[in-house]
């Protein structure tokens, strides 16, 4: 990836809402170049999306739940597309992937309005995938306590400045 196109990709980490114009001054380029290299960094997928990250307190969610388990068997094309699918009916569910490490080989990261909403979500997890699931550990983080470092894409960028 050329420079310029990698400043671009950290400057839209620091502010997604950054006009063309706004950009192509801080990257010393034109504003079509700009547009250009946006359009490509989408086209090619390093740019998957372009989102905000709201105070999820302000939503009403209490508590994100970090849930690892293990699968009984490996991963085969079926039980990921199951997976998908199941995932996507969920608009809690945050992230889900395949892991390693510390006995697990799945995450999945959800936020949840209170304790009795978690646990509904876990019991019926549980449930649903109890015929592939061996074991199941969640740790719960509150939304409303001491958060040392919000979550954020920034410091990605600003590691690179350094």
Do not use: C
Not at 35 to 51: D, N, P, Q, W, Y
Not at 78 to 98: D, H, L, M, T
């Amino acid at each position: 990836m050329k420079d310029v196109m990698r400043q671009l990709l950290f400057e839209l980490l620091k502010d997604s809402k950054k006009s063309d114009r706004q950009l192509a001054k801080v990257l010393g380029v034109s504003q079509a170049t700009v547009s250009r290299m946006r359009t490509r960094l989408v086209m090619e997928g390093t740019i998957k999306e372009f989102t905000i990250i709201p105070d999820f307190e302000k939503l009403g969610y209490e508590l994100m739940a970090i849930t690892a388990g293990r699968f009984k068997t490996p991963s085969s094309p079926e039980q990921i597309a199951r997976g998908k699918k199941w995932a996507a009916r969920f608009p809690n569910v945050i992230f889900v992937s395949r892991t390693q490490g510390m006995g697990k080989n799945a995450l999945t990261i959800s936020l949840h309005k209170d304790y009795t909403d978690y646990n509904e979500f876990f019991q019926n997890m549980m449930s649903e995938w109890a015929d592939a699931i061996e074991n199941s550990e969640s740790m719960l983080v509150s939304l409303k306590g001491v958060i040392v470092k919000p979550l954020s894409f920034r410091y990605l960028a600003e590691q690179r400045a350094t």
